[in-house]
């Protein structure tokens, strides 16, 4: 149901880096590219993850209790995208490990402080 997910950037060219190398690990590739706002997705289309320069001028800030969930194919592939968004200079916000029941996922920050996490059900 959803179709994209939008995360605010004072910086485009930095969260770009970012976003090119942690989403190709989905294979996603850029399927917007503007001055203000580029959106990824992965073969297949939407749904899409999206960076952009607040609209109304301000400062970008974290929203408190948002978090981006990106679905895994694996185990390993939640092992691989965690690791990846830590290379890319992200911050651990939890390990990859199981959380209940079939539920497993490891938590990250992007460079902005955004909160995500890469999870696998099964």
Do not use: C
């Amino acid at each position: 149901m959803i179709g994209y997910v939008t995360l605010g950037t004072d910086d485009m060219a930095r969260a770009a880096a970012f976003y090119d190398a942690l989403l190709g690990e989905y294979g996603a590739t850029r399927m917007m590219d503007t001055e203000t706002f580029i959106a990824w997705t992965a073969p297949g289309g939407p749904p899409a993850v999206a960076i952009t320069r607040p609209f109304d001028g301000k400062p970008m800030s974290v929203g408190n209790g948002v978090m981006v969930a990106l679905a895994a194919t694996s185990k390993e592939q939640v092992d691989a995208i965690h690791a990846k968004a830590l290379a890319l200079g992200g911050a651990d916000e939890g390990a990859p490990g199981p959380r209940g029941d079939g539920f497993y996922a490891g938590y990250f920050r992007d460079l902005d402080g955004h909160k995500l996490n890469a999870f696998f059900m099964g």
